[in-house]
């Protein structure tokens, strides 16, 4: 499946954005969706995911009550709201497909497709 993510840009803190992540090739709804981030000179993180049914989601701590994602098997898309955010939050954030089990939503090398990434630059 291929990904294309898009929706980033400069906001201030305590701003919003909307990531969007449109895939192609495949239907999305058997896969288990991410979101993960990787700051300049750090390595990349896990921020969200959602299963299949969209039934489940599942957060790191840092974004718990600020980020929501979902997602529209119908559109073949997967979103990313991110509310009140902070300079921290700073990162080129990834869309990712895993067709592996629930039990690894959060492990980097459970996700089999990856999108080119969208930069989030939160200004204090």
């Known amino acids: 499946v291929q990904l294309q993510a898009c929706g980033g840009g400069l906001v201030q803190a305590g701003g919003s954005l909307r990531l969007s992540c449109a895939a192609s090739g495949r239907t999305i709804s058997s896969y288990v969706m991410g979101w993960f981030r990787q700051a300049p000179g750090k390595e990349r993180e896990f921020v969200a995911a959602?299963?299949?049914?969209?039934?489940?989601?599942y957060y790191t701590d840092s974004v718990k009550g600020r980020f929501t994602i979902s997602r529209d098997n119908a559109k073949n898309t997967v979103y990313l709201q991110m509310n009140s955010l902070k300079p921290e939050d700073t990162a080129v954030y990834f869309c990712?497909?895993?067709?592996?089990?629930?039990?690894?939503?959060?492990?980097?090398?459970?996700?089999?497709?990856w999108g080119q990434g969208t930069l989030v630059t939160v200004s204090s």
């Open positions: 959602i299963i299949w049914t969209g039934g489940i989601t």
């Open positions: 990712s497909a895993s067709s592996k089990d629930w039990g690894r939503k959060a492990q980097l090398s459970a996700y089999d497709s």
